[in-house]
């Protein structure tokens, strides 16, 4: 979905300033914003703990098998 998000943003913007060819700078700003993020959201989870530690239900959850 993020996918088409960008091409549908690249098919309707592009076509004012020319011919629809993409090339390696709109790559690479696709690319600086991605990793941006990402290295946003990896910064940001750095210190906090994904698995909820001291919840009471943790081990029966673990343990849960679906039938």
């Known amino acids: 979905m993020i996918v088409m998000h960008v091409v549908e ?3 309707l913007v592009m076509p004012v ?3 629809l060819q993409p090339n390696i700078v709109d ?3 696709l690319l600086g914003v991605v990793g941006t993020y990402l ?3 990896v ?3 750095r ?3 994904l698995v909820p530690i ?14």
């Open 9 to 11: 943003a690249y098919w």
């Open 17 to 19: 300033f020319g011919r």
């Open 27 to 29: 790559l690479g700003c």
């Open 39 to 41: 290295s946003a959201v």
């Open 43 to 45: 910064y940001g989870i």
């Open 47 to 49: 210190d906090v703990a």
């Open 54 to 67: 001291g919840d009471p239900r943790l081990e029966r959850s673990l343990s849960f098998e679906n039938a």
